[in-house]
Every structure is written in C-alpha cells, then in structure tokens.
C-alpha cells in the first residue's frame, strides 16, 4: 500500500505542474517515521532501511525529480534513509 499511496501522490504532483506549464521540480519527501531508533526505540536499523526503500521507490516510478529526506532527529534515521534510497 505505501509504495501505491507514494507512487500515485508523485503523480498527482507530477500531472498539476505539467498542467500548469511551470517548469519547476517534484519533491518526494521521506520520512519522518514514527521511530527513531535512538529516541523511541521499538525499530531495528533493517526495519527503517526497508521502510524508506518502499517510500523512495513509490515516489520515485510516480516520476519526482528528487527526494528529500525531511525532519530526522536520529542521525541512524538519516542513515537508513539514505541506504533506503540508494537501493530504490
């Protein structure tokens, strides 16, 4: 479901800035999750990796023209999102 949800939002993106004529980029942002394995806990490091990769290949086959990982207050977030993103 999230790699569907990611995939179709990028789209909608994608289709209101060719309807406007604007030549201007998509942004898909990743994250922030609801973990931070420093903070909260209650994740593993394969876990988030895994989680930003579903995000990243979503929002990346609906066509944006880069990804923002957004708002990580875990340098080990930050991490596995930038592994997650790597692999998509």
Not at 10 to 24: C, F, L, M, T, Y
Not at 42 to 70: P, S
Request: with cysteine; aromatic share 4%; net charge positive.
């Amino acid at each position: 479901l999230d790699i569907e949800l990611n995939e179709k939002a990028a789209k909608i993106a994608k289709a209101a800035v060719h309807s406007s004529g604007k030549n201007v980029f998509v942004a898909g942002a990743i994250g922030p999750t609801t973990k931070a394995i420093s903070v909260t806990g209650g994740v593993t490091f394969e876990v988030l990796i895994t989680a930003y990769f579903r995000q990243a290949i979503g929002l990346l086959n609906g066509g944006v023209d880069l990804l923002l990982v957004e708002t990580c207050q875990d340098m080990r977030n930050v991490k596995a999102a930038c592994i997650g993103i790597s692999k998509a």
